[in-house]
């Protein structure tokens, strides 16, 4: 079964600065598909990026980037430029190309990131 | 806003109590996803349907049940109701079944088992 481990509970940052949020995963699958999702104090879950395990290059949205190792099955959330707005709890998702993990998300724990003024 | 429509937005009962949550997906998707947030679960997968016939289950209980209807919305029925099923239930969806496809997820229902 698949595991999805975000060992930082509570991450703070300065408005405009740089901040990285943790993620790893354990699978035997090797094509599969990563996920960061945004949940705001409104408790919508926000699509933030994805990438696909079998792109060598790393996903970028606008301020978001993520960083993949796959080897160490590593990915990182990358937030520059840090805004008030992106004070969320962050969760980093797997979901699995083939077998029993068909259709679903696996979701880590959760990042709670505060953005200060 | 995902396009993904839940109802209600919150609901209070009493434990032993039955209730049904819905969900109407995004215009086009065919596929729908139930999950549950919960402080000691997390975010659980619940079950999926695709163009209404059940495609994956996971952590689903068996007072829990859905259906995916003709007109592709779906819904939870949760019975029995326990203390312990107080949470957030989300419902996703996505075009197709194909595992490539991103989850849009809905604004939840928030449920309370006094």
């Known amino acids: 079964a698949q595991t999805v481990t975000q060992s930082q509970p509570e991450m703070s940052v300065q408005e405009a600065e740089t901040v990285t949020l943790s993620c790893t995963y354990d699978t035997s699958e090797s094509n599969y598909y990563l996920f960061w999702y945004k949940q705001p104090p409104s408790r919508q879950m926000i699509l933030v990026i994805r990438q696909e395990a079998y792109k060598q290059q790393n996903a970028t949205e606008n301020r978001f980037s993520v960083n993949f190792q796959k080897a160490a099955k590593s990915f990182s959330l990358k937030i520059s430029d840090s805004q008030l707005g992106d004070t969320a709890m962050y969760f980093c998702a797997f979901r699995g190309a083939g077998g029993t993990s068909y259709g679903k998300l696996t979701f880590g724990q959760g990042t709670i990131l505060t953005v200060h003024p | 806003d995902s396009g993904v429509t839940q109802t209600p937005k919150h609901l209070i009962t009493a434990t032993g109590q039955r209730v049904t949550l819905r969900c109407s997906p995004r215009?086009?998707?065919?596929?729908v996803y139930w999950y549950q947030q919960s402080l000691d679960q997390g975010l659980q997968f619940l079950i999926q349907?695709?163009?209404?016939?059940?495609?994956a289950k996971g952590n689903i209980l068996e007072r829990f049940s859905a259906q995916q209807f003709p007109d592709l919305h779906s819904e939870l029925n949760l019975s029995s109701l326990e203390l312990g099923d107080s949470a957030l239930y989300f419902c996703?969806?996505?075009?197709?079944?194909?595992?490539?496809?991103?989850?849009?997820f809905g604004p939840g229902t928030r449920l309370l088992v006094l």
């Open positions: 349907y695709y163009n209404g016939e059940e495609r």
């Open positions: 215009s086009g998707d065919l596929s």
């Open positions: 996703a969806s996505s075009v197709s079944d194909s595992r490539q496809e991103t989850q849009y």
